[in-house]
């Protein structure tokens, strides 16, 4: 079983890789996700993650984990729901609210209307 902080850094790595053609995040950045301020801090999450068997990271190599496996319980629509929230939290277009099409597509997990909507939003 994961610890609390070893599900949101392994969900954050995997959130990460998707968003970024499958390029790793770094320590700081995985460090400013959990909400530390020390790399060393999300490098322990980050090994022990490994000795658990849910990534492997390759030795040498800047940017390097590989998923194995997901956190138990962590169902992909779920993953892709989550994700797709914290897009439309983080993106503000000129400080209006998201129209109820733009919530209720990403809440369906249906990001391709959510992207067209907010583009149209533009």
Aim: hydrophobic share 45%; no cysteine.
């Amino acid at each position: 079983m994961l610890t609390q902080q070893q599900a949101k850094a392994l969900l954050f790595i995997i959130d990460y890789q998707s968003a970024h053609g499958g390029t790793s995040p770094s320590y700081q950045e995985i460090a400013s996700a959990l909400g530390v301020k020390m790399r060393s801090n999300a490098k322990r999450v980050v090994d022990a993650l490994q000795r658990r068997g849910f990534i492997r990271h390759i030795p040498e190599a800047s940017r390097s984990i590989e998923v194995l496996r997901t956190p138990p319980g962590a169902d992909t629509r779920d993953a892709v729901i989550e994700a797709a929230t914290r897009l439309l939290e983080s993106v503000v277009i000129e400080d209006e609210v998201f129209d109820d099409a733009v919530v209720s597509a990403a809440a369906l997990g249906d990001l391709d209307i959510a992207i067209s909507e907010l583009r149209a939003a533009r």
